[in-house]
């Protein structure tokens, strides 16, 4: 049997798990490895022959039949993928960023040159969640997605919570620890998690998704305060990525904080665990969860690649008809101040008198209806903390509210999830 | 294009559901449907021509691409399936008893005439697991699984701990609403979960696992007061089914009840809902959960197999290779008195003077160390009723401290998951 040839660009921590774990099967061979020092020790033995630091002789090598993109980021990982397509390779990668903003142009050349793009490894790690929703979900129509795609953020919130610390505290005890980069921005801001839902709706929606049209906030904002308010309450503060579509088509895809309720399952994923809920129809809910990253899981997920196209490999002209993508962009943005919430508003008022009446006649008069309201005596200072959870209400309508409650300082607006 | 042609053995809950959303899709045809009594109202309407009541009229039809198998039982659904299978058609069932007591003399037929058997919708309803283990997750090696395989155990534990109520009581309520049938035994007694852990395990470990080596406990013996009790203790009582295999094919896999902890998330799995964890690597851990029944959910799997059917057919020799399943049976069974379990033990002892110390005595002669031990006073007739958790020990030695107890009643002894 002809051994599927593999060229892997990039070495870090995920390259390293699928050297390894390739290692196992022998329908498939690494033939050459791209890295950017080819000096550097590695973790694994390679074959000094194997290496190049010059990724144009794995897309350009004629005996190549799959290249692998472990680099990420949208250049030159762009080149080196699009040369490949262009020279007959199939592409496994885990570039959750060229997905998002480049996605389109990438299958379309893809399927131009009738050539596969795998991607499981971008979206929630070792999750499987790809190829599960175009094989065998492929018979539902799916409307809803929530979930938790970003490990980095879910350790600091749950630290947060677990530890009743500050988010500057915990991120830099996640940043000691490896969980979180020097430069946090892309998890802490939701870019991460943006890129994941914009892909992973557009082939759930079976539309595609444009990455400007996905709302994104981070987490920086989120106090310890809130973190044990919302406890009390019943909840746990999650970065969560979301994504609905209506009969209509219109997409409403974001990523921000929101309060979980203690009842859903997503309240209880911890640490660095993803998972991805779901509901459509005949299916119902589903919920997938697992580690959302490292070298092993998302090794998992390159591995189930590159395997799903060595069994179908020379054996067929159209290799996996299911894993294909072709969107069209008929989805219709939805603006976050058109959506309906439910929020969580945290109050500080410096005149405790009269206030509950007060935010009560503002939100009745917007016909915002108040499920929660939580104030636990004055201050010696006659300042009284408040907390309150609307029902459903415009976005819109809520920043109405706050900017009349002028003597009052809103210290935190965190959307609460259905 | 050409559509599938399908023919539908049973019209029944599941068998509606697919009928209703195989309509939205234009690459697949029904175009024949064999019922018991084709005169019987029916949910849907079908025109009188498509039915029969012969399933020979579909299973010899030249026609028909693939023959869709949903009464259950292992005749006379065998003998449709295999007259369907060597004439030529591609198998999907749910018929988990057939899987489990039939498995590889259907898999060496349907590979002898080049044929595949999907059966997602065994196993887990609407979860999308036996395809995901096979395509995308092919690169691990699983060794691990522990789920709730069975809606109807999970729906009546579930109400027995949220209404206190006793197991009897619970039961004919679910009687009245349908979610337990008439004759509960296939479903209180694990028979259910025993052939779709059967199914699973196999194609998780890539060896065939037998009926007969599977152990097999239901959930009749469970007692409200040890609902109770396990909640004290931070714990719910699930019927779980297991699988484990080690480096050297020892395979331990079986459906009891089981403590467990409040922190996993199989404990918070309730009512008919089903979930799988598994383990293994490179993956780590994961649980897929959702609805492990019903109409709608059920008919996603059936459906996701048909279309990947649709997707391949006519296009290659040798459709779905990843999906083949050809296992050989190098496992070897573990018994249950070799396994070494965490144990929960209820006792009732006539003299509560020196009682713990008794039993502590026992446990300790044996090696055996207790985690927890709750008592709660002493009644006025001197009994005492006591709750002891032990730490891992052999199954057998538990027998010999159950007997060495001679003057104390057990009430119930239940395993407690890791």
């Known amino acids: 049997m002809d051994k599927l040839k593999i060229g892997l660009i990039g070495l870090g921590t995920v390259g390293t798990g699928v050297f390894k774990t390739l290692a196992g099967f022998d329908n498939v061979e690494i033939v050459k490895i791209a890295v950017k020092n080819i000096n550097k020790p590695r973790a694994v033995e390679v074959p000094s022959t194997m290496m190049t630091d010059n990724p144009f002789d794995i897309v350009n090598d004629p005996s190549i039949d799959v290249v692998v993109e472990l680099i990420g980021g949208v250049e030159p990982a762009w080149d080196y993928i699009s040369t490949a397509i262009k020279n007959g390779k199939h592409i496994v990668t885990a570039n959750k960023e060229l997905l998002a903003k480049k996605g389109e142009e990438l299958f379309n050349l893809a399927e131009e040159h009738n050539r596969v793009v795998l991607y499981e490894a971008a979206i929630a790690g070792g999750i499987p969640i790809i190829m599960p929703i175009k094989t065998i979900l492929a018979g539902n ?117 929101m309060l979980v309720s203690k009842d859903k399952m997503l309240a209880h994923i911890d640490y660095v665990t993803n998972a991805v809920e779901m509901s459509g129809h005949p299916i119902g809910d589903i919920v997938l969860s697992g580690p959302g990253a490292g070298e092993f899981p998302t090794a998992s997920s390159v591995v189930g690649d590159i395997l799903a196209i060595a069994a179908e490999f020379g054996k067929t002209d159209y290799m996996l008809p299911m894993m294909r993508c072709h969107h069209d962009s008929k989805a219709m943005p939805v603006k976050i101040e058109d959506t309906f919430n439910k929020y969580y508003i945290s109050i500080t008022a410096p005149n405790a008198l009269g206030i509950i009446a007060k935010i009560g006649t503002i939100c009745a008069d917007k016909n915002i209806s108040l499920s929660s309201i939580l104030q636990k005596g004055v201050s010696e200072d006659n300042t009284a903390d408040i907390i309150v959870i609307t029902e459903k209400c415009q976005e819109k309508l809520i920043k109405e509210v706050v900017s009349e409650l002028e003597d009052c300082i809103v210290t935190s607006i965190i959307r609460v999830a259905d």
């Open 141 to 257: 129509k799916i409307n809803k997605i929530q979930a938790i795609l970003n490990g980095t953020t879910n350790y600091i919130l749950t630290k947060m919570d677990v530890d009743g610390a500050s988010y500057e505290d915990v991120l830099k005890e996640a940043q000691a620890l490896g969980y979180a980069e020097t430069d946090p921005t892309g998890d802490v801001e939701g870019f991460d998690a943006a890129y994941k839902i914009t892909t992973l709706a557009t082939i759930a929606f079976k539309t595609r998704i444009k990455i400007e049209n996905v709302y994104r906030e981070g987490i920086t904002n989120i106090r310890k305060e809130d973190m044990a308010k919302a406890n009390e309450l019943g909840y746990k503060i999650k970065l969560i990525a979301s994504a609905t579509i209506d009969e209509n088509n219109n997409a409403d895809v974001r990523v921000h904080p």
